[in-house]
């Protein structure tokens, strides 16, 4: 039988800690514990950041800095990060900005009866990315345990 990938390995593990930890980060900032918050995108630490991270230094310590699978990996987890603070983050405000406005278009529609108003059932997702802290402890994450997993790896 195969051995499984274990960079693969890796990163879906960091991904699903970093997850794990929203609940704990959660907690902290509101004071609630929220079971859901292992679900959802946003939020501390970047799940997307600590795979990528935990993939492009798994790679790193194994193949070399200088290796081309670890070029691949870091130009992949830039684009990555970047995306989780830039415009996924952007994307969260503007459906912030449009939730807000539907709600006052609601409350004016109410003080003239000939507006007619139709309000949507749900509203739009805003926490969709991520500050650049959020971002940034996901990265830190991911490369202790791609760095940790690499260890591991080599010492069997």
């Known amino acids: 039988m195969q051995k499984m990938n274990k960079g693969i390995v890796t990163a879906i593990a960091s991904i699903g800690i970093a997850q794990g930890l929203k609940i704990l ?3 902290r900032v509101s ?3 929220d ?4 679900l959802t995108t946003g939020g501390m630490p970047s799940s997307h950041s600590a795979g990528v991270s935990a993939l492009a ?3 790193a310590t194994n193949k070399g800095a200088s290796h081309t699978e670890t070029a691949l990996a870091t ?3 830039v684009i990555v990060m970047y995306d989780a603070q830039g415009i996924r983050r952007h994307t969260g405000e503007i459906a912030q900005l449009v939730n ?8 004016i529609s ?3 009866p000939s507006f007619e108003f139709v309000e949507r059932e749900k509203e739009l997702k805003e926490l969709l990315g991520h500050q650049p802290v959020e971002v940034l402890g996901g990265a830190l994450l991911g490369g202790l345990l791609g760095f940790l997993s690499s260890k591991v790896e080599n010492r069997d």
């Open 31 to 33: 004071g609630d514990w």
């Open 25 to 27: 980060t959660h907690k």
């Open 110 to 112: 109410g003080d003239f």
């Open 57 to 59: 230094t798994y790679i």
């Open 75 to 77: 130009v992949f987890g």
């Open 35 to 38: 079971l859901k918050q292992v």
């Open 100 to 107: 807000d406005l539907e709600d006052s278009m609601a409350e």
